[in-house]
């Protein structure tokens, strides 16, 4: 069996950390943040985890599992 390409539009979006969670940015960040409370914006600058069957899909499209 041939070796699975890496799904490059996932690789650019997201990332396997050191212990094998699956790492993303937040959306709704490009423009308009004048109109969010400083909070909101404060949460979206932190990366979220993915979890679940999602990230067992996500890895496989990495090539990481």
């Given at each position: 069996m041939p ?12 990332r396997?950390?050191?212990n ?6 937040h ?13 909101q ?8 985890i ?16």
């Amino acid at each position: 069996m041939p070796k699975a390409k890496t799904c490059k539009a996932v690789a650019k979006r997201m990332r396997v950390t050191k212990n094998g969670k699956v790492k993303r940015g937040h959306a709704f960040t490009s423009h308009m943040m004048v109109r969010r409370s400083r909070k909101q914006k404060r949460k979206l600058r932190k990366a979220a985890i993915i979890e679940g069957l999602i990230a067992r899909n996500i890895k496989r499209l990495l090539g990481k599992g």
